[in-house]
């Protein structure tokens, strides 16, 4: 599985960015998906997740709100909508992808993550 995460770039606080994540597998309706991130001396933190499905989504507390996770496993690309940017939104954003018998439980564990894109580059100017 390779995924190919697109759509980082330089922002000014308050702005939007569309992140994509392609997947070349079969079909990506068999993984549960996540966006995760790191900033410069932290560790990495999951900020979205969606179920295979697609019917169920979780959110950390600080993008709750502001970020909308989606996905369209015809296209096998999974979507991060990021509004209301702010300057700690500044980080690597990385999509991953595991390969789950669950259909409607989002993976909230990186460590339950099997797969992982190279990361693209959100830059927040205050």
């Known amino acids: 599985v390779q995924l190919q995460a697109s759509g980082g770039g330089l922002v000014q606080a308050g702005g939007s960015l569309r992140l994509s994540c392609a997947a070349s597998v079969r079909t990506i309706s068999d993984y549960n998906m996540g966006w995760f991130r790191q900033a410069p001396g932290k560790s990495r933190e999951l900020v979205s997740a969606i179920s295979r499905s697609g019917t169920n989504t979780y959110y950390v507390d600080s993008v709750r709100g502001r970020f909308t996770i989606s996905r369209d496993n015809a296209k096998n690309t999974v979507y991060l909508q990021m509004n209301s940017l702010k300057s700690e939104d500044t980080a690597v954003y990385y999509c991953?992808?595991?390969?789950?018998?669950?259909?409607?439980?989002?993976?909230?564990?990186?460590?339950?993550?099997?797969?992982w894109g190279q990361g693209t580059l959100v830059t927040v100017s205050s």
């Open positions: 991953a992808a595991d390969y789950s018998r669950r259909l409607s439980t989002p993976s909230t564990s990186r460590y339950e993550y099997d797969y």
